[in-house]
C-alpha cells in the first residue's frame, strides 16, 4: 500500500495542506506545536477512524471551521483508492472512490497504517485500557467487523450501567427482567469479543518475542497472555455472582472491558517489573510484531507511521529500528532532522504553524 497524495483541509492547524508522497521514508520535520504530528494523525485517522491521540472530533476540526476534510488517494496493490472524510463536531462522513458510505466504519480496511509514538511506553507500563485497544487494533486491521462487534459490547454496556445506577441497589421486577436481556446481550457479544482477542493474540506472541529479540540481541522470553476471570465460568456464570456488588456500584464489574492482555519478559511483570529499556523495546517490539500480522493475514502492506519515535530511543535501538523496519512506505516526524545512520530518505519536509514545504 503507498500513499501517494494526501489533502487536509482545516484539520487541526492545516488550513490547505497537499502532498504528494514518495513510496520510500519521507522525514516531516519542524519544531514542537507546528503541525507535524498532525499530517500523521490524519493518515491513521483513515484506517482506524480515530485519533491516535484520543482526541474528539470537535479537536480535530480547525479553529473557526465547522468541518475538517481528509484527502488521500492511495496505490493498493496497483488498484487506486480514493478515501475522503468530513468530519464535523457531531458527525463523520466517509466515502470511497466517490461513493458514499452509508456507515462511516465501512470504509475500514482500505487504509492500513502502523502507528508509533512515544506514548506507545504506555501499552506496556499503564493501565489495561491501552493495551485492550492495542489488541483491539489489530482484530480490526486483520477482521473489520471486529469493530462493529466492540461497538455493539459499548452499547450494551452503557445501557446496562444505566440500568444498575437507575436501580439504586435494588431491582424490581420489570428491572430484574431487563437486566437478563442485557446479560444474554453481553454474554454473547462479549464472548465473541474476548475469542477474535484471544485467537489475535496467539498468532500476535510469536512475532513480538521474534520482534524484541532482534531489537535487543538478547534471546529473552516474551510471553503474552490473556486475563479474564471470568473465562472460568463463563461471563453468564460471572455475571450471576457479581450481581450484588454491581448493583451496590451501580456499575459492570465483569466482562472484556475489564481484560487484560498481560505483557511478561522472562517471567516479570513487563508494566511492575522491568527497566524502561525493556518495556520500550517491547513497546516497539508490540508495534511491529502487529505490523508483521496484518501483513501475514492479508497480504498487504501498512503504512509505517514514525511520530518522535527516535528521540526516546538510545543509539543501538535507534539503528536496530531502523534495521528491522518492515519495507513499504513510511512517514517519520523529528524535531531535529536527524535520522539513525543507515537510513534512506527520500524525501524532506517542513511543518511551520501548518505550513509544509520540501527541504531541498
Known amino acids: 500500500m503507498q500513499l501517494r ?22 522525514v516531516v520535520t519542524g519544531a514542537n506545536g507546528q503541525g507535524k504530528t498532525n499530517l500523521l494523525e490524519a493518515v491513521a485517522w483513515l484506517a482506524t477512524l480515530r485519533s491516535f491521540r484520543n482526541a474528539t ?21 496497483g488498484r487506486r483508492v480514493l478515501v475522503e472524510a468530513a468530519i464535523e463536531r457531531e458527525r463523520t462522513r466517509v466515502q470511497v472512490n466517490r ?22 511506553l504506555l501499552v506496556v507500563k499503564g493501565g489495561p485500557s491501552a493495551r485492550r485497544r492495542l489488541l483491539d487494533e489489530v482484530v480490526v486491521s486483520v477482521q473489520p467487523s471486529h469493530h462493529e462487534l466492540a461497538g455493539e459490547v459499548d452499547r450494551i454496556l452503557r445501557q446496562r450501567n444505566v440500568l444498575l445506577r437507575q436501580a439504586g441497589g435494588r431491582l424490581d421486577a420489570e428491572a430484574a427482567a431487563t437486566l437478563e436481556v442485557w446479560d444474554a446481550q453481553l454474554v454473547d457479544a462479549g464472548t465473541r469479543l474476548a ?13 513480538v518475542a521474534d520482534r524484541y529479540a532482534q531489537l535487543t540481541a538478547v534471546e529473552a ?37 475489564r481484560d487484560d492482555l498481560v505483557v511478561t519478559l522472562d517471567g516479570r511483570p513487563a508494566r511492575t517489573h522491568t527497566s524502561q529499556g525493556e518495556q520500550r523495546s517491547l513497546a516497539l517490539a508490540l508495534r511491529l510484531g502487529a505490523h508483521a500480522l496484518v501483513v501475514d493475514r492479508t497480504d498487504r502492506v501498512p503504512l509505517v507511521l514514525l511520530d518522535d519515535v527516535f528521540s526516546e530511543l538510545d543509539e543501538a535501538r535507534a539503528e536496530a529500528l531502523v534495521a528491522i523496519l518492515p519495507q513499504g512506505q513510511t512517514l517519520l516526524t523529528t524535531a531535529t532532522a536527524g535520522v539513525p545512520a543507515g537510513t534512506t530518505v527520500d524525501l524532506v519536509l517542513r511543518v511551520e504553524g501548518g505550513q509544509v514545504s520540501p527541504v531541498p
Open 195 to 207: 475469542e477474535g482477542r484471544i485467537g489475535a493474540l496467539v498468532a500476535l506472541a510469536p512475532l
Open 99 to 120: 461513493q458514499r458510505l452509508r456507515r462511516a466504519r465501512d470504509a475500514l480496511g482500505h487504509v492500513k497504517a502502523t502507528v508509533f509514538t512515544p506514548d506507545d
Open 221 to 257: 522470553g516474551v510471553e503474552l497472555h490473556y486475563e479474564a476471570p471470568w473465562r472460568a465460568t463463563g461471563l453468564a456464570d460471572a455475571l450471576t455472582g457479581a450481581r450484588r456488588d454491581e448493583l451496590r456500584r451501580g456499575v459492570s464489574l465483569v466482562g472484556p472491558h
Open 5 to 26: 497524495q494526501l489533502w487536509l483541509t482545516d484539520f487541526r492547524n492545516h488550513r490547505s495542506t497537499t502532498l504528494t508522497l514518495p513510496p520510500g521514508l519521507t
Open 57 to 77: 472530533n470537535e479537536v480535530l476540526v480547525g479553529q473557526g471551521a465547522s468541518v475538517a476534510v481528509i484527502r488521500a488517494e492511495l496505490d493498493d496493490d
